[in-house]
Nanobody, 124 residues
Framework: QVQLVESGGGLVQAGGSLRLSCAAS????????MGWFRQAPGKERDFVAA????????YYADSVRGRFTISRDNAENTVYLQMNSLKSEDTAVYYC?????????????????WGQGTQVTVSS
């Protein structure tokens, strides 16, 4: 069982930056591929970024590639999402997710555990 808690969301102006964190419980964090997804009001949950369990690969949605960076610190049981050059269309609730021994998957069903989400609002 893995519990995930996101933090770092907030209100930022367009062009600004935020760094989201996702802290995971348990001693087997290093065995989990991690992903970030987001859901805007009235829309489906969309993939944002993912990192494999061994940090060997990362994958990004086209809409954020070059602006967002996913990373992980297995010693701290934490995955991060650095978001730069934020746009109003990045406004959403951001969720982190964990899947055992998966690569950098963009498919929500690959993930077994989900956090409660953190709100990111970008004002234009």
């Amino acid at each position: 069982q893995v519990q995930l808690v996101e933090s770092g969301g907030g209100l930022v102006q367009a062009g600004g930056s935020l760094r989201l964190s996702c802290a995971a419980s348990g001693r087997t964090f290093s065995r989990y591929g991690m992903g970030w997804f987001r859901q805007a009001p009235g829309k489906e949950r969309d993939f944002v970024a993912a990192i494999s369990w061994n940090s060997g690969s990362t994958y990004y949605a086209d809409s954020v590639r070059g602006r967002f960076t996913i990373s992980r610190d297995n010693a701290e049981n934490t995955v991060y999402l650095q978001m730069n050059s934020l746009k109003s269309e990045d406004t959403a609730v951001y969720y982190c997710a964990a899947g055992a021994y998966i690569g950098s998957s963009s498919t929500a069903r690959s993930y077994d555990y989900w956090g409660q989400g953190t709100q990111v609002t970008v004002s234009s």
